[in-house]
Structures are given as C-alpha cells and as structure tokens.
C-alpha cells in the first residue's frame, strides 16, 4: 500500500512474501540501511526474542527526524472479560488450522485454570512480551507523541466489525487491547 501511494517501502518479516520490495528475515537481521524517514511496526513486537535490541535497531536506522509507528497487542488487557466476549463470536475453526482465539479457548478449557493463569502460562512459554514492556522500552528510546489504545480482536472474530468492538469498549463491556503509538527519535535518550 505504501509503494501503490508513491512511497519507497520495504517490507521486513520472515513470512514476508518474495520480492523486491520484501526481506524475508527477521527485522534487527535485515540489510536495510540508516537514515530512514519512519519505520512502521505492526503487531510484531510483542513476539519478537529481544525487545531491546529490536529497538535498537529501529532507533539506528530512523534518520534524525524520523517516526516509529506502532500498532501492538496489550496482553494484559485480554482479561476474562473480554476473552468470553470474543469467544462467543469465534468463526467455525478451519479444519487443520485453528485461529488463535480457537487456540487460547481449547487451551484454557483443557488446562483446568483460571483465564488469568491460563493466558500468563501461554504468553511465557511463548516469551510474549506485555503491551506495558513494549511501551517502557519505546519510551526508553523515543518521544511519544501519540498513544491510545482500541479495538485489537475484531480480525479474528465472525461478524464483528471494529465499530462493533469499539462500542463494547466504549460500554465497558470488553477492554481495548490494541496500542497506538508514533514517536519520533530521541537525541539523547535514558538507556
């Protein structure tokens, strides 16, 4: 979408499709070279092995008045709540590849634990970082100029728009568990 709008992009994932405009390697890996203009971080974070080195890396490669965007996962805001709230509008779960959301249900009735265990043992074998340590480590590096949390969940879930998770936030009923955040780069920043 960024280069269809005139932009110079490149997208960086191991499970990145081939091609030009792909690296197809993990991001602090990546042969990408400095002085980048803004550097877009999309639900990665979270399960990245080493936040701080990720950052780093993003902070060397933002040129001088260069942004960090970043949409992420705030796990510790998916409380029991809100994980009944999606379970109730799972999608049929294909054949040999359950979603996620499928996943952490079958998981939490097998397990015979409360939600709150249930997820914490999930997201630590994992080595899933909580959407309040990427913040911490952001913040470490750069200077916030916007965050808000919002809807997170509706993607995976069968007839739920993002207007419709957002008025169960806006109600109460669910928390919000996506983070938005921009930042720009920070000269001398407190490591």
Same mark, same amino acid.
């Given at each position: 979408?960024?280069e269809?709008a005139g932009y110079?992009? &490149?997208?960086?994932?191991?499970?990145?499709?081939?091609?030009?405009?792909?690296r197809q390697?993990e991001?602090?890996?990546?042969?990408?070279s400095?002085g980048l203009d803004?550097i877009?971080?999309c639900?990665?974070l979270h399960?990245?092995?080493d936040?701080a080195?990720v950052?780093?890396t993003?902070?060397?490669?933002?040129?001088p008045?260069g942004?960090?965007?970043?949409?992420?996962?705030?796990?510790?805001?998916?409380?029991? &709540?809100?994980?009944?709230?999606?379970?109730?509008?799972l999608p049929?779960?294909?054949?040999d590849h359950?979603?996620?959301l499928?996943e952490?249900?079958?998981g939490?009735?097998a397990?015979?634990l409360?939600?709150?265990a249930? +997820?914490?043992s999930?997201?630590?074998?994992?080595g899933l970082?909580?959407?309040?340590?990427?913040l911490?480590? +952001?913040?470490?590096?750069f200077?916030?100029q916007h965050?808000s949390?919002?809807?997170?969940?509706?993607?995976? +879930?069968?007839?739920?728009?993002e207007a419709?998770?957002?008025a169960?936030i806006?109600?109460?009923?669910?928390?919000a568990?996506r983070?938005?955040?921009?930042?720009?780069?920070?000269t001398?920043?407190?490591q």
């Amino acid at each position: 979408m960024l280069e269809a709008a005139g932009y110079a992009a &490149t997208g960086v994932d191991p499970e990145a499709p081939p091609g030009p405009a792909y690296r197809q390697v993990e991001f602090e890996r990546s042969d990408l070279s400095g002085g980048l203009d803004g550097i877009v971080a999309c639900t990665s974070l979270h399960h990245v092995a080493d936040l701080a080195d990720v950052l780093d890396t993003v902070r060397t490669l933002l040129a001088p008045r260069g942004r960090v965007v970043v949409v992420e996962w705030a796990r510790e805001r998916f409380d029991e &709540t809100t994980a009944r709230w999606c379970f109730d509008r799972l999608p049929e779960p294909e054949a040999d590849h359950p979603g996620w959301l499928q996943e952490r249900q079958a998981g939490w009735a097998a397990s015979g634990l409360s939600w709150d265990a249930c +997820l914490r043992s999930w997201a630590e074998a994992e080595g899933l970082h909580t959407g309040r340590a990427i913040l911490n480590a +952001l913040d470490a590096r750069f200077s916030c100029q916007h965050i808000s949390f919002g809807p997170y969940l509706f993607a995976d +879930l069968s007839d739920t728009s993002e207007a419709d998770e957002q008025a169960a936030i806006d109600a109460g009923r669910i928390r919000a568990n996506r983070i938005n955040y921009v930042a720009s780069k920070v000269t001398n920043p407190a490591q």
